[in-house]
């Protein structure tokens, strides 16, 4: 729905179609300020019939994350690929594998020749649900865990180039020291999409942490959001990833949509 209230259905019906511009993924990416949604036609995959889970541990960020270079490059995709740094764990760094596929002996031999690759200290795969559930529980409540270490803590989504994530974990550290804040890291190593966390005793003044995270994460090839978008908290550092004109064209595309501004005012620019 448009901000001047006309209807309209965007997208198309067949698996491919390319005519005119791909409306849709500007709408979705718009974080409401183009249009209002109001149905959505999304497509479904069939669920994998076989899942296969493992934590591995290692001695070190390094190690961690030289075994995800490992993997990446081995040939195999696994559907899952997560990272926590050793401030995360408490003294190692861990990785979540997790393959699926349609039969057991051939996701778990798959499952089996990354863990081999990967070379880690230990390692534990999950032999039935409740241990996979486990695994990733863990994954889960990673972000509650931290905030009980912190008084204040901020949670920041950026992506790197997966080559560049122990730059990334590696600058992270050197700014926490430079300002007597802990740091953090866990995230999507299978797609460089982490959660960069500053861990304070006391909202202090963390602008400047701040400014030199996102700075360090344009540096290395990044972006500044991967899943949550600009809104109001991260707009005064777009112009860090975006050229003037380049966010002068948004822009113009916003005044087209919402003449008047109506629709999440304030938000992105």
Same mark, same amino acid.
């Given at each position: 729905?448009?901000?001047?209230?006309?209807?309209?259905?965007?997208?198309?019906?067949?698996?491919?179609?390319?005519?005119?511009? @791909?409306?849709?993924?500007?709408?979705?990416?718009?974080?409401?300020?183009?249009?209002?949604?109001?149905?959505?036609?999304?497509?479904?995959?069939?669920?994998?019939?076989?899942?296969?889970?493992?934590?591995?541990?290692?001695?070190?960020?390094?190690?961690?994350?030289?075994?995800?270079?490992?993997?990446?490059?081995?040939?195999?995709?696994?559907?899952?690929?997560?990272?926590? &740094?050793?401030?995360?764990?408490?003294?190692? =760094? %861990?990785?979540?594998?997790?393959?699926?596929? &349609?039969?057991?002996?051939?996701?778990?031999?798959?499952?089996?020749?990354?863990?081999? $690759?990967?070379?880690?200290?230990?390692?534990?795969? =999950?032999?039935?649900?409740?241990?996979?559930?486990?695994?990733?529980?863990?994954?889960?409540?990673?972000?509650?865990?931290?905030?009980?270490?912190? %008084?204040?803590?901020?949670?920041?989504?950026?992506?790197?180039?997966?080559?560049?994530?122990?730059?990334?974990?590696?600058?992270?550290?050197?700014?926490?020291?430079?300002?007597?804040?802990?740091?953090?890291?866990?995230?999507?190593?299978? &797609?460089?999409?982490?959660? %960069?966390? $500053?861990?304070?005793?006391?909202?202090?003044?963390?602008?400047?942490?701040?400014?030199?995270?996102?700075? $360090?994460?344009?540096?290395?090839?990044?972006?500044?959001?991967?899943?949550?978008?600009?809104?109001?908290?991260?707009?005064?550092?777009?112009?860090?990833?975006?050229?003037?004109?380049?966010?002068?064209?948004?822009? =113009?595309?916003?005044?087209?949509? @919402?003449? &008047?501004?109506?629709?999440?005012?304030?938000?992105?620019?």
């Amino acid at each position: 729905v448009l901000a001047s209230g006309e209807v309209m259905r965007l997208g198309k019906n067949t698996v491919k179609g390319v005519a005119g511009y @791909d409306l849709v993924s500007l709408v979705v990416g718009s974080e409401g300020t183009l249009a209002l949604v109001t149905e959505i036609t999304v497509s479904l995959l069939p669920k994998p019939r076989v899942l296969q889970t493992a934590l591995l541990q290692f001695d070190s960020n390094e190690m961690a994350l030289q075994a995800v270079t490992k993997i990446l490059h081995s040939g195999f995709l696994p559907k899952t690929l997560e990272y926590m &740094d050793a401030s995360c764990m408490e003294g190692y =760094a %861990a990785l979540v594998i997790e393959c699926d596929g &349609d039969e057991d002996e051939s996701v778990l031999n798959i499952l089996s020749e990354l863990v081999t $690759l990967a070379n880690p200290t230990d390692s534990k795969v =999950a032999l039935s649900e409740k241990q996979r559930e486990e695994i990733w529980e863990h994954r889960r409540q990673m972000s509650v865990r931290l905030k009980k270490r912190a %008084a204040y803590k901020i949670s920041e989504d950026i992506v790197v180039p997966r080559s560049q994530i122990l730059a990334f974990s590696q600058g992270l550290q050197a700014i926490g020291q430079r300002h007597q804040i802990d740091t953090a890291v866990f995230g999507h190593a299978g &797609d460089g999409n982490l959660h %960069a966390q $500053l861990l304070m005793k006391q909202e202090t003044n963390h602008d400047k942490a701040l400014l030199e995270l996102f700075e $360090l994460t344009v540096q290395l090839g990044g972006t500044i959001s991967g899943e949550h978008g600009i809104g109001l908290a991260k707009k005064a550092y777009l112009s860090l990833e975006q050229t003037p004109s380049v966010i002068a064209l948004q822009q =113009a595309i916003k005044k087209v949509w @919402d003449p &008047d501004g109506m629709l999440n005012p304030g938000k992105i620019f």
